[in-house]
């Protein structure tokens, strides 16, 4: 089984930055890639960022691309979301998951493991 923990989130003024964090754990870890999704109230799952298992490809929504960076931490069960720039509309609770393929997919449906979430809020 992997565990999934996210850190981070909070209330920020919009123009503000936010750095989440997910630690990834348990017996089963391995070549994952890892992926982030945000869900608004009222609204669906949706995806914000991907990276592979070697760092080398990065993936982003196009709501996000230039804001946001997602990367990995040297010892690779660790990632993290730097976002800058913040929006309003960049609320929501912020989830970490993990991928078995490695192919960075965009839907929820395509990840195997997730975290319980942090919220983000941003004030105008």
């Known amino acids: 089984q992997v565990q999934l923990v996210e850190s981070g989130g909070g209330l920020v003024q919009a123009g503000g930055s936010l750095r989440l964090s997910c630690a990834a754990s348990g017996r089963t870890f391995g070549n994952y890639a890892m992926g982030w999704f945000r869900q608004a109230p009222g609204k669906e799952r949706e995806f914000v960022a991907a990276i592979s298992w070697s760092g080398g490809i990065t993936y982003y929504a196009d709501s996000v691309k230039g804001r946001f960076t997602i990367s990995r931490g040297n010892a690779k069960n660790t990632v993290y979301l730097q976002m800058n720039s913040l929006k309003p509309e960049d609320t929501a609770v912020y989830y970490c998951?993990?991928?078995?393929?490695?192919?960075?997919?965009?839907?929820?449906?395509?990840?195997?493991?997730w975290g319980q979430g942090t919220q983000v809020t941003v004030s105008s």
């Open positions: 998951a993990a991928e078995i393929t490695d192919t960075l997919g965009s839907t929820a449906r395509e990840y195997d493991y």
